[in-house]
């Protein structure tokens, strides 16, 4: 069936992205905002836009009835929900489904059972497909000990319905292991609506190396190979590459074939990443699916050529994948930066404000997935990113090049703090730069914020003449920050990123 009208049910870049694959196909939109999200660009840029209910999150993005109401009310035929929200959310698909719909992504029963980590697991080993040693479905409270004891400490404890860094603790001895399984369970339940867990063998210096898949409604499935996303604070990535600098060429042709194996085992549909972690000896072990685009999507389409979201959309429509195993390959090398509206040097706490100066990198081989603009202000009540960064090489050391580069040219002022500086010490680390790191590589290496005060006297500096405007504008809440191409600069000369890598 063809599409002639798509609702959007996202917003930030994710929404923009969507709207001009659309808008490349032929599709009206439709974006549907919350009261605050009136002025984003993708607002801007839609066809239509609707409200849908106030700026909380529950009340508006994750209202399905409100969201499908609109679709009625404008004659959308199709929703597409992008990442997060309600993205993974199998009664939703299945309302889209029952409204007479199209849901761009995979059918609702797909979502439910590898939204289910512990069922997602079974479903993984049954299909022949390697998983964590861990216990074999969900865990009683009363059972956690026993379970964590036959598998050996350290362990995992994992929410059943996790994601996002949520519901995970680390437990290293078995004093620690009550403490920590109610904590899991109060914030899954506070988080997901489910309390339910399982335990995991804890695999020490893991890498998290994903493959994305794709798949049709005649079931025509393949894989679109590796991203490299060991760059992770509190198990939430930050900078995603593709290929892997850890995968051989051998590695990469198993990973792909059990990641097909696996999305063919749950009868999937198309775009889905099939999570991976790998030890230091390139043993790889299922970690769990990604039912709908993600974040990191970028990188892939950088280096295969595949519109990754078009072909989403067109999939969906009931079209079969333009293109077969033997038509896909890599060319090049990508890296993803994500930019966000958050202070590094405060536990990477939100740090969302009006941007009253932008200009975004430009040349051979940079893109910037972006959703704000000059005069835009960051709200406080979502996800704060401002873009998705991404560059491409013929190798990986010029796409490294040129993201240093693009990240000196990235200029942002006004009233929010960002990541920006975070990245650029990432990039110039010279264990980054020669690939080698795991998921700790952030934990172990970036120095806590006292410590970068005393060593950085223009971050010191700036840090007091940002108060003084502050105090001089009477706004105590307030925070500046000014970042350009010449300040990195400067912050390089004076020794930052060598201070920083001790």
């Given at each position: 069936m063809a599409i002639r009208k798509l609702l959007i049910a996202n917003r930030g870049e994710?929404?923009?992205?969507?709207?001009?694959?659309?808008?490349?196909?032929?599709?009206?939109?439709?974006?549907?905002?919350?009261?605050?999200?009136?002025?984003?660009?993708?607002?801007?840029?839609?066809?239509?836009v609707v409200e849908i209910g106030p700026p909380p999150a529950a009340k508006s993005y994750l209202n399905r009835d409100a969201i499908l109401d609109a679709a009625r009310r404008t004659g959308a035929d199709a929703i597409?929900?992008?990442?997060?929200?309600?993205?993974?959310?199998?009664?939703f698909a299945a309302a889209v489904e029952q409204a007479g719909l199209v849901f761009v992504g995979p059918r609702s029963q797909t979502i439910r059972l590898m939204g289910d980590k512990a069922a997602a697991r079974e479903a993984a080993a049954k299909a022949g497909v390697p998983t964590v040693p861990g216990s074999a479905g969900r865990v009683e409270e009363g059972e956690a000990l026993d379970q964590a004891g036959a598998i050996g400490f350290p362990v995992m404890i994992k929410a059943a319905a996790g994601g996002g860094g949520k519901g995970l603790r680390f437990v290293e001895h078995e004093k620690d292991l009550a403490s920590s399984v109610r904590t899991v369970a109060s914030e899954a339940k506070a988080s997901f609506g489910d309390g339910r867990f399982y335990v995991e063998k804890f695999v020490n210096?893991?890498?998290?190396?994903?493959?994305?898949?794709?798949?049709?409604?005649?079931?025509?499935?393949?894989?679109?190979?590796?991203?490299?996303?060991?760059?992770?604070?509190?198990?939430q990535k930050v900078v995603e590459e593709s290929p892997s600098p850890f995968v051989t060429p051998e590695m990469r042709q198993k990973m792909g074939e059990v990641a097909v194996r696996?999305?063919?085992?749950?009868?999937?549909?198309?775009?889905?990443?099939?999570?991976?972690?790998?030890?230091?000896?390139?043993?790889?072990?299922?970690?769990?699916?990604?039912?709908?685009?993600?974040?990191?999507?970028?990188?892939?389409?950088?280096?295969?050529?595949?519109?990754?979201?078009?072909?989403?959309?067109?999939?969906?429509?009931?079209?079969?994948?333009?293109f077969k195993q033997?038509?896909?390959?890599?060319?090049?090398?990508?890296?993803?930066?994500?930019?966000?509206?958050?202070?590094?040097?405060?536990?990477?706490?939100?740090?969302?404000?009006?941007?009253?100066?932008?200009?975004?990198?430009?040349?051979?081989?940079?893109?910037?997935?972006?959703?704000?603009?000059?005069?835009?202000?960051?709200?406080?009540?979502?996800?704060?990113?401002?873009?998705?960064?991404?560059?491409?090489?013929?190798?990986?050391?010029?796409?490294?090049?040129?993201?240093?580069?693009?990240?000196?040219?990235?200029?942002?002022?006004?009233?929010?703090?960002t990541n920006l500086d975070f990245h650029r010490w990432i990039v110039n680390h010279p264990r980054f730069q020669k690939g080698d790191f795991d998921t700790s590589f952030i934990a172990q290496e970036f120095p806590p914020a006292a410590e970068k005060a005393t060593q950085d006297p223009i971050r010191a500096a700036a840090i007091l003449l940002a108060a003084a405007a502050t105090h001089a504008e009477g706004n105590s809440s307030s925070r500046r920050t000014i970042e350009t191409g010449r300040a990195a600069a400067q912050w390089k000369t004076a020794g930052r990123y060598d201070s920083l890598r001790r």
């Open positions: 994710i929404a923009v992205r969507i709207l001009r694959a659309a808008r490349e196909l032929g599709i009206a939109t439709v974006q549907v905002v919350s009261k605050a999200d009136h002025d984003m660009l993708a607002a801007r840029l839609a066809d239509e597409h929900p992008g990442y997060g929200f309600l993205s993974e959310n199998a009664d210096k893991p890498r998290h190396i994903e493959v994305q898949v794709f798949a049709d409604h005649k079931g025509n499935t393949v894989h679109v190979f590796e991203r490299e996303c060991s760059i992770q604070r509190r198990h696996a999305a063919k085992a749950v009868n999937y549909l198309g775009a889905g990443t099939i999570e991976f972690l790998v030890d230091a000896d390139r043993n790889f072990y299922f970690l769990e699916m990604n039912t709908r685009i993600q974040v990191e999507h970028p990188v892939t389409e950088l280096v295969t050529g595949i519109d990754l979201v078009k072909t989403q959309i067109e999939v969906a429509a009931g079209a079969p994948l333009p033997s038509d896909l390959s890599q060319k090049g090398w990508a890296i993803e930066c994500r930019v966000y509206a958050e202070d590094p040097d405060q536990g990477f706490a939100p740090a969302p404000g009006k941007i009253e100066t932008l200009r975004l990198p430009e040349g051979p081989g940079v893109r910037s997935d972006c959703g704000v603009y000059e005069g835009y202000e960051v709200p406080v009540y979502y996800d704060p990113m401002i873009s998705k960064l991404a560059t491409w090489g013929r190798d990986r050391t010029e796409a490294i090049d040129r993201m240093r580069r693009a990240l000196g040219e990235f200029a942002i002022a006004g009233a929010l703090v």
